[in-house]
């Protein structure tokens, strides 16, 4: 019987960090930015979102979705705006060709995992919402090409738009009002500076921070130093940035992440009232990192902060053991370290006795502060899978 | 004999702390700022230097300086302008008046002491120079202004313009290349509003900072936001406070000294490398501020920091019970509470138990990390004094 049968697709999709960030929305509706960013895709080995779509008429439910086994309201106007905008593609198709099955208006299921602790404070929603939309794009069998697909994903979560590429990937803001030209392009696939590492130092924050969303509009509000940053800081380093990747010069690239970051963090300073989101932890990150650099007489390791203290750490493979071994080395066993990578990875004690001396302070800060490590790197964009969170029978499948 | 004799005269200066900061030179040699700036001049009181400058033909020695009892060291380019300038306007006095005492020449002998610890990392130099040059003045009976040798304490220090006048205190940047129109004026006298105070809680920093000279320079030449705030912000905040002064319209002083501390240590962060002066125990200060003026539902209190982690309150004497009351409950027993106005202020505990539920973390940060506290307020000017650090045979008075 046509009625209950159960329409799948599964896709998993990856985290992205910038390193030109995304703050400040110049149109709320419909998340468009007040300045384009540049991001790193990671490894979805280290870091994924696993989701399923599926829909039936045998659903007696209205649209649901299931995150790491728990219930979600998917009545936000950024979910009900990614299900609207998917649909309407869907039915275009259905409209173009009778043979189509007419699916675009049956009940959405929807089962979502992620492969890493909720707790560790990553950004989630990007991987999250590029997962949904390009699993309901594969369940509708949708033409619309990953920089289409970026637009939806774009209202969901802004910095969604980037996880639908892999390797290195820009959001260009775009000029006009409805959001048509404010969509995400790839800059370089992972396979061409494969060798991006990334280490991940999980703090542990006395509590939770202002959200982004609040946090961005009250700056955008308060801030007067903003504006130059957007309007002048931004465009410049998103083309030194792209050409940094072209032409794969960590030194450039490097520089202009540890820039960008701090002057992100400087805006939120400067909002009022003020927004932290680094702490002396944080800051002890940013030391190391300047004394890795300093002993290797460049810039080997660049810093960056999302909206919380966590540090992440971008470097070579080459470079491998004088950073995230030198990390290892000085911050001790923590939660990270013992997956495949980094049981491969030797504490580099020699190197970090060096830094040592000149960041004892610092060393111990992070000893105490970090609470675990992800080890990862450049990695691909989504991954259409025939792994299913959904049973023949459109149950969530059962977790082993 | 004329030859032997001792010319001596001393003077008092105090502490300024800017709420429109100085940071940035155009030029380093004449110490020419990028922006304007404004203080509150401290109640000498608490915080002040004392100096006695002398001269004579029977001093044996070139120049000298001594300070809390330590000799310094005078060949440094500002000390040798301040001399200079000092000197020159004194032998213009002499070649007027052939009975003047012709002492421009003779070796100058300065002693200087701080009523306060060096080891509280309180910015002295504002008050040293101030009192070096108001001491010289002083023993060369120039009729100069404080306007006048605000020129000549500028390119001792910067911020030391400022201390020559009591109260509220503006510095203008000037446009001259020769710092002509670079120079102090006072907004207000102490006397317009003298209800304003001032609680420093001294924090305990694990190691010093980047030094104000280098890291200033090291922000011009690398923030991209610095030029936002010196063109822009800054002169429009220079206008709102000058108004909220004449007006004593806290809640606007208040406001605006906080927003332009946080976008001096912005453009310190948005520096290549990054410069931070705030530390969690900074930011705990500020989030009990914040608590403070939520609990009021209006602006009472109002946070400065310069470049350290120490935190600089501003609060009305009428608000003193709601402001210091609740620090002392919050923070108990530290240095600085039991001296006069400390031992009368009443630990607010009552104020602080509501607050404390929000912001529990900020107040054992704080508790743990405040080494002292200052209580104190606006005050005067450098106020001349007949009690001499140097005595009648040229030598430092000893302390008793």
Same mark, same amino acid.
């Given at each position: ?192 500076? =494969?060798?991006?590492?990334? #280490?991940?130092? *999980?703090?542990? &924050? $006395?509590? %939770?921070? !202002?959200? /982004? ?59 009022? =009232?003020?927004?932290?989101? #680094?702490?002396? *932890?944080?800051? &002890? $990150?940013? %030391?190391? !990192?300047? /004394? ?109």
């Amino acid at each position: 019987m046509a009625d209950s049968q159960i329409y799948l697709a599964s896709t998993t999709a990856p985290v992205n960090i910038a390193v030109i960030k995304y703050w400040g929305k110049r149109d709320p509706k419909f998340n468009l930015p007040t300045n384009s960013s540049l991001s790193v895709t990671l490894a979805q080995s280290d870091l994924r979102t696993h989701t399923t779509a599926s829909c039936s008429a045998s659903y007696k439910t209205s649209d649901s979705l299931l995150l790491n086994g728990q219930d979600q309201d998917v009545s936000g106007a950024r979910t009900q705006a990614c299900f609207r905008e998917l649909r309407s593609l869907r039915q275009k198709l259905e409209d173009s060709d009778s043979s189509v099955p007419k699916i675009s208006t049956l009940p959405l299921k929807i089962v979502s995992e992620n492969n890493f602790p909720t707790a560790a404070g990553l950004a989630s929603s990007a991987a999250g919402f590029a997962a949904l939309v390009r699993a309901i794009a594969n369940l509708y069998e949708l033409k619309e090409d990953p920089t289409d697909l970026s637009r939806i994903a774009r209202q969901g979560s802004g910095s969604a738009c980037r996880s639908l590429f892999g390797g290195y990937v820009g959001w260009q803001k775009g000029e006009q009002q409805d959001g048509s030209d404010s969509f995400a392009y790839q800059v370089a696939p992972a396979s061409h500076w =494969p060798q991006m590492r990334a #280490l991940i130092l *999980v703090v542990s &924050a $006395a509590k %939770k921070g !202002v959200s /982004s969303t609040t946090g961005m509009q009250t700056t955008v509000a308060t801030s007067s130093l903003f504006p130059s940053r957007a309007n002048e800081t931004v465009p410049r380093r998103m083309k030194e940035m792209e050409k940094a990747v072209q032409e794969k010069d960590f030194e450039t690239f490097g520089k202009v992440t540890m820039m960008d970051s701090n002057s992100f963090h400087a805006t939120c300073l400067d909002t009022y =009232p003020p927004i932290f989101y #680094l702490n002396d *932890v944080s800051r &002890a $990150a940013i %030391k190391v !990192v300047e /004394s890795i650099n300093a002993a290797a007489g460049k810039i080997i390791a660049a810093y960056t902060f999302d909206a919380g203290p966590n540090a992440v750490i971008y470097y070579l493979e080459e470079n491998e053991k004088e950073v995230a071994g030198l990390f290892k080395a000085a911050i001790g066993e923590k939660d990270g370290w013992g997956v495949e990578r980094g049981q491969k990875l030797d504490a580099n004690s020699a190197a970090y006795e060096s830094v040592a001396k000149e960041a004892q302070v610092a060393v111990d800060l992070l000893k105490e502060g970090v609470s675990r490590v992800i080890l990862t790197g450049v990695g691909e964009g989504p991954i259409k899978t025939e792994e299913h969170l959904i049973d023949a029978k459109g149950e969530p499948v059962k977790k082993a």
